[in-house]
């Protein structure tokens, strides 16, 4: 049996094995990106390990000895495998994993009571959602696949227009007793419940009042927590479609008047321009552009 306490420095070896091939100290140490110096330095602790000399030095001039190429041949071949091995697995990992991100109002009350039916397709999958409302560093945070709501101009990625988006009232059919506004006019005795960059003034214009818009009471960062906010009876809210439709099929919310406000950003597909080669990314975008049909 092999003692593998007895293998040279595997830092030496890779960088004989550039000197080798370079023939120069310092084209192996730019492509490894160490010094000249630390090649030198790997390459005569080398040396001294296996008891002769690997390169014949004549002032700059290096020429690699019959020994050294023959070694040089074997840890290439080792190296190139162990390489090989290491994609391999990355390859493996990259199919039996999904980076999803999407905001936290949308993940929360539109795509986490679906992607159940998506995980039940791909039991062998692992998918990572996450919630951000910054547009998530691909390859840094390990993301595959995003979701998003704006204008749709994402530099660099693939992007593809999933849906637009409007704005209405909702309540609880328990706020203020059951006694739901029925008028525009009564909203101004309301408590209207407030998310940031979601102002009420445009849904009032295009219902024809000139109400001004809220300045009182708590105001949320997320549509989701003040969708969670009107559930609870804790006043009006102007809620996102998108984000409200569950509530309002379950009876958790009503809708208080007919008149729809489009949003002025959208839902956007996005993804690295190579991302659809991994199976389980192009499984994932078909099985949402279904889901967004139905």
Not at 42 to 63: C, I, M, P, S, Y
Request: charged letters at 15%; aromatic letters at 10%.
């Amino acid at each position: 049996m092999t003692d593998f306490r007895r293998l040279p420095n595997l830092a030496a070896l890779r960088a004989f094995e550039a000197a080798a091939r370079h023939q120069n100290f310092s084209h192996a140490a730019e492509e490894i990106h160490v010094t000249h110096g630390a090649i030198s330095h790997q390459v005569r602790a080398l040396e001294e390990d296996l008891g002769l000399a690997l390169f014949v030095r004549n002032g700059k001039k290096l020429t690699i000895t019959s020994e050294g190429s023959a070694f040089a041949d074997v840890i290439r071949q080792a190296l190139t495998e162990i390489a090989q091995a290491a994609d391999g697995l990355r390859q493996q990992q990259n199919h039996m994993r999904l980076g999803v991100t999407a905001l936290p109002s949308f993940a929360a009350r539109w795509l986490s009571p679906r992607i159940g039916q998506f995980i039940e397709q791909y039991p062998n999958l692992e998918v990572s959602l996450q919630s951000s409302n910054a547009l998530a560093n691909f390859q840094r945070d390990g993301v595959d696949i995003g979701i998003r709501f704006g204008a749709g101009q994402y530099p660099g990625l693939i992007t593809e227009h999933l849906l637009d988006d409007y704005y209405y009232p909702v309540a609880s059919p328990h706020y203020n007793g059951g006694h739901l506004p029925t008028t525009i006019h009564e909203l101004e005795h309301a408590h209207l419940l407030r998310c940031s960059g979601e102002p009420w003034v445009p849904w009032f214009r295009l219902a024809g009042s000139n109400f001004p818009e809220p300045t009182s009471g708590l105001v949320f960062q997320d549509s989701a927590m003040l969708a969670h906010a009107a559930v609870d009876g804790q006043g009006i809210a102007l809620g996102r479609h998108s984000i409200v439709q569950s509530d309002i099929a379950s009876g958790a919310l009503i809708r208080l008047f007919d008149i729809n406000l489009a949003a002025s950003s959208s839902y956007y597909l996005v993804y690295p321009p190579h991302a659809l080669a991994k199976p389980q990314v192009a499984a994932f975008r078909h099985w949402l552009l279904q889901q967004i049909a139905q």
